[in-house]
């Protein structure tokens, strides 16, 4: 069974080219090429996330170590 996809999961796939600055096993930070500001760097954890709402409560913790 196919799990949930969205751009976040594409790119640590591979499927979506980036440009990634950093990853490990648990995160990965890439320049976010749909930002106005030439410098927007998004880190985000290599699982899924649902929202950016689970993003700030479950992962806190995960984030913190970015
Ligand atoms: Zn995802």
Redesign the pocket.
Known sequence: MES???I??EIVRGDLPAEIIYQNDKVIAFRDIRSQAPEHILIIPKE??PTLNDLSTEHKELMGNC
Do not use: L, S
Request: with cysteine; glycine share 0%.
């Open positions: 949930e996809r969205c976040f999961c899924h996330i």
